[in-house]
Each structure stands twice: as C-alpha cells, then as structure tokens.
C-alpha cells in the first residue's frame, strides 16, 4: 500500500521558517516526480517544488530563493525548507509523487503564517 505521510508546518510569524518532512512507503519503483504542492483557501492546488525525472529541480516563482526541497537518494523521504515565509504562504501543504501516471497524495499540512 502506497503511503505519504507528512510532517512538519504550524503557526510562525512573517520572516520565520518551517521545514516539511514526507515519507514516501509503498511504491516500488523511483517515481518520476516527487513535489510539494499547497492549496490556500479559494484556490486551486499549486505546484511549489518539484524533482521531476530525477535530475531538475523546478520552483514556483513565487518561492524562489526562499524554499528549497530535497530528497533522501532512495527517495524515501522528501523535504521543503521554507524560509523568509509570508503571509501569503498560508495553506496546507501537500506531498505527491507521481508514478507513471498515477498520483499519490500526503495527507496535508497546515501552514499558517500570522504575526
């Protein structure tokens, strides 16, 4: 059974930073893309970091410079550094990899970033 559990997000004030863990189980070739999308309230899920074939690395403009993702070689965990966080990062978090052509899903986190 595939499963992506995440960890990490929470309440910090503008400027602060989180860190977002996802363990990856369950999948038993490397997936083609292992990514961090978020969803803020009345919008649409959003890419924000991706591996994408192993080899590039692509972030949203939006988080450049400030969030970094990473991934242990065996791709079983995958991690968004976030810093310099704003209040427009608010959201939940979610990890996915996808395999071939199916999508797997964390369960999400919540990000709020509040003074």
């Known amino acids: 059974q595939v499963q992506l559990v995440e960890s990490g997000g929470g309440l910090v004030q503008p400027g602060g930073s989180l860190r977002h863990s996802c363990v990856v189980s369950?999948?038993?070739?490397?997936?083609?893309?292992l990514a961090w999308y978020r969803q803020a309230p009345g919008k649409q899920r959003e890419l924000v970091a991706a591996?994408?074939?192993?080899?590039?690395?692509r972030y949203a403009d939006s988080v450049k410079g400030r969030f970094y993702i990473s991934r242990e070689i065996n791709n079983k965990k995958v991690y968004l550094q976030m810093n310099s966080l704003k209040p427009e990062d608010t959201a939940v978090y979610y990890c996915n990899a996808k395999v071939l052509t199916r999508d797997y899903w964390g369960q999400g986190t919540q990000v709020t970033v509040s003074a």
């Open positions: 591996f994408v074939n192993a080899a590039n690395i």
């Open positions: 369950g999948i038993r070739i490397s997936p083609n893309v």
